[in-house]
């Protein structure tokens, strides 16, 4: 009989776990996990577009020399872009997201008036180089898109976690400490596309 007692008390901590890890309490540090990875992703594209900028701007330099202030504006923009920086465990303050996402938008809005300099320059538009670093920038914009809508995505349903049974449970116990996390959010002049003309 001592036997079973010792076999009953394992038996009982392995039965408890069992109904626990059926019954959702692991779901919310795998939500936020999965948000933290997609927000890497929206960094990562975000340096992806700063890499490729110096050689956009020198491109355009060699040709629009007299169009400094475009050039000023956007080396300005990608100086305080590549500065905001955010730890993911960040991403439950709204302001921190915010400036990253205001500094973001105000580089898309010099990358655009950069790109709009080369109607002006016919060799600058024929220009190889240029044609492939702007091709390149419209596929990290496309990538950053992406990124974003993924982030958004497991945002919601990590915030939704929190909020909802049996997360609710789990939040408010085991996870007191978990915040909602911040969302993307568009400026309202995002909502405008930028006029480029070829």
């Known amino acids: 009989m001592p036997n079973f007692d010792r076999l009953r008390a394992p038996a009982l901590v392995l039965a408890l776990s069992l109904s626990l890890a059926s019954c959702g309490v692991n779901t919310i540090p795998t939500l936020e996990e999965s948000a933290k990875a997609r927000w890497s992703d929206v960094e990562n ?25 475009v050039l000023v504006a956007v080396t300005e923009a990608r100086a305080k872009a590549t500065s905001i920086h955010i730890d993911a465990n960040d991403l439950t303050d709204p302001a921190k997201v915010k400036a990253v996402q205001d ?54 349903a990590y915030n939704t976690e929190l909020r909802t049974f049996p997360g609710v449970i789990w939040a408010s116990t085991f996870y007191s400490r978990n915040k909602p996390m911040a969302e993307f959010t568009a400026t309202p002049e995002s909502q405008v596309a930028p006029k480029v003309k070829f």
Do not use: C
């Open 45 to 69: 594209q975000y340096q992806r577009r700063a890499d490729l900028i110096p050689n956009l701007v020198a491109t355009v330099q060699g040709y629009a020399k007299q169009e400094k202030d």
């Open 103 to 156: 500094a973001q938008n105000a580089l898309s809005g010099a990358l655009g008036r950069l790109l709009a300099v080369s109607e002006n320059y016919p060799d600058l538009k024929s220009n190889a180089n240029f044609l492939s670093l702007q091709s390149q920038l419209e596929g990290t914009e496309n990538r950053i898109a992406v990124a974003r809508r993924d982030y958004i995505g497991a945002v919601q």
